[in-house]
């Protein structure tokens, strides 16, 4: 599995991430006068990603709309390996 994480900020209205992929989690917490986003979407392999991202799949998909209430985002996604998950027992 791999993560395609993302971070951006901005007012707390905005619903961050894209909602295009079923298996996505959209995280946010307080952040001075702000909230942080962070969004982590699940793929199979990083061939899935590309497909779903395109053949620069680092690059952030950043709509026009979003652009104009972020304060600050990331250019970039980070793609991360699942290496373990770890259940409460």
Partial sequence: MIARVWHSRGKSRF??????CPRSQFL???????????TVMWFDSLDAVKAFAGGDYETAYVPASARGVL???D???Q??????TRRPA
Wanted: aromatic share 10%; glycine share 10%; net charge positive.
């Fill in 15 to 20: 619903a961050a991430g894209s909602r295009r």
């Fill in 28 to 38: 946010r917490r307080p952040f001075g006068g702000e909230v942080e986003f962070v």
């Fill in 71 to 73: 304060s600050r985002f």
């Fill in 75 to 77: 250019a970039a996604s």
């Fill in 79 to 84: 793609h991360c390996d699942l290496q373990e």
